[in-house]
């Protein structure tokens, strides 16, 4: 048994079936040429004769001790996580996004290993889709999205065994720790750790007393407005997704002087501006968004490795290039602060600004209160066109989670030229949410109009102005002239 770490146990403890913790991903591919209508039962009759799973995909939770334990289990039965199944006609992405929408709710079996893939047939042209979802236990988005790419083969005629058979060394579950050191090294350890991370519980802390005399572009816990989507939350969901090219976003980018990431986050400003005020619940204080920052580049320890930032989405301001601005100065800032914290700071820092969001649910005030107003990632993907048993991946959408008075996620993963934005939320408390996709078009349009040079308007050409000296004889000429009969 391998005990979890306390950032991954925390995702078992605050699951409830209102509030499931995992994540999913829904790929679509296209067959290649010729290949008959049973390419997918052939792919899934190959897929069942690897027997041999591997970590962590034959790991099960266990408490023992209150602690919770990865342990293999020996009961494994492939057929339970496996499932085949097909959309009702006419087969539209509609219907697909539906069927998501409802898998996604559902709570995973705790005795038995934390995912479940769906094979989903009936797309127009043969396409077929794949919904896979892994509890964050396991997982947190970038390692996530790193298995589901290395579990798919870069040139189209490669096979490779399906994602539970293969050696995933991406994963912290199937590495062996090392043998302890001495006392003295143990200790040596835990000092430098405990050097680390104090200094972000009292950063963190800080933050917190700072909340009220924050000012300008700078984002800080409490900062934000209620909003409709700091709620209590149901266990149904609703899913909605859309791609966009990658270029559109460069280039605003480079007009603007700013990262694709904060491009991405000045149009989610812009669709929930739009949502909010369509519905008469746009407030004055701009939405605060808590922004999840992978930290695996600076350690090769496993499980979730991630800290956060705050941004500030400026959705008070209705210029979206000021909006823009504003989101830019806020994460600089933010960036700025976490590049001089150690990898440990840093993870300090970020739990203690969201652990008043556990008294928060419990009390209610996280609705008047809200430590924040929405969740907003951005998970990168492979660059390369992949392929699943010769299939062609087309597109890749994420499917996150919304909790308790976080009733919307909004994640964008990148595949190739395009970024899939894909919205979670409780069907309940964020209704209409396909609006926000005609929403996000807009925001997209609304910034490339901004930069786009003013059209030059044809200018009627007026008559010289004529001098006092010219203007008398005809004045004159005027007034000599007899009035014509019957004129008005």
């Not at 979206?320 to 994460?331: A, D, G, K, M, N």
């Not at 919304?402 to 990148?414: D, E, K, R, V, W």
Request: glycine content about 8%.
């Amino acid at each position: 048994m391998q005990a979890l770490s306390p950032t991954d146990s925390a995702f078992l403890w605050m699951e409830t079936r209102n509030q499931p913790m995992h994540v999913a991903g829904l790929n679509i591919y296209t067959p290649p040429v010729g290949a008959g209508a049973d390419f997918v039962s052939q792919m899934l009759a190959s897929w069942s004769t690897h027997l041999a799973i591997q970590p962590p995909f034959n790991l099960r939770p266990v408490l023992r001790l209150g602690m919770w334990h990865w342990e293999e289990d020996t009961d494994f039965e492939l057929d339970y996580h496996l499932r085949h199944v097909a959309l009702p006609r006419p087969g539209r992405i509609r219907e697909l996004l539906a069927m998501v929408s409802h898998l996604h709710g559902n709570l995973m079996d705790r005795n038995r290993p934390l995912w479940e893939a769906y094979v989903i047939e009936g797309l127009p042209g043969g396409r077929f889709a794949t919904y896979i979802k892994i509890h964050h236990a396991l997982v947190d988005g970038v390692t996530g999205a790193k298995m589901m790419a290395n579990g798919l083969s870069r040139l189209p005629l490669e096979q490779k065994p399906p994602l539970w058979a293969q050696q995933m060394t991406v994963h912290p579950s199937s590495r062996r720790k090392a043998a302890p050191g001495g006392l003295l090294q143990q200790l040596s350890e835990a000092a430098r750790a405990g050097r680390e991370i104090l200094p972000g519980i009292g950063s963190g802390l800080l933050d917190l007393l700072r909340a009220g005399v924050a000012d300008g572009a700078t984002a800080m816990p409490f900062q934000a407005p209620a909003t409709p989507f700091n709620v209590e939350i149901s266990g149904s969901r609703r899913f909605a997704s859309q791609s966009y090219s990658l270029q559109r976003l460069k280039r605003i980018g480079e007009a603007t002087h700013a990262t694709v990431n904060d491009v991405t986050l000045a149009i989610c400003a812009g669709a929930l501006r739009k949502y909010l005020a369509v519905q008469n619940q746009l407030p004055k204080k701009p939405l605060i968004a808590m922004v999840p920052v992978s930290l695996h580049g600076e350690t090769d320890v496993g499980g979730n490795q991630v800290t956060l930032l705050l941004a500030n989405l400026a959705t008070h301001i209705a210029d979206p290039l000021e909006r823009l601005r504003t989101i830019v100065q806020s994460t600089s800032e933010a960036k700025d602060r976490l590049s001089k914290m150690p990898r440990l700071q840093k993870m300090a820092h970020g739990m203690t600004t969201v652990a008043p969001l556990g008294p928060g649910m419990l009390t209610g005030s996280a609705r008047k209160h809200p430590v924040f107003n929405v969740v907003i990632s951005n998970v990168p993907g492979s660059k390369e066109t992949l392929y699943l048993n010769t299939a062609r991946l087309d597109e890749v959408y994420p499917v996150s989670i919304p909790t308790h008075y976080l009733a919307l996620n909004i994640t964008i993963s990148g595949y190739g030229d395009n970024l899939g934005f894909g919205y979670t939320a409780c069907r309940r408390s964020v209704p209409a949410l396909q609006r926000m996709l005609d929403y996000t078009d807009e925001a997209i349009t609304e910034l490339e109009s901004a930069l786009a040079p003013p059209t030059p308007k044809t200018v009627a050409k007026r008559p010289a102005r004529k001098t006092a000296a010219a203007k008398a004889p005809q004045a004159a000429r005027r007034k000599s002239k007899p009035a014509a009969k019957g004129a008005a």
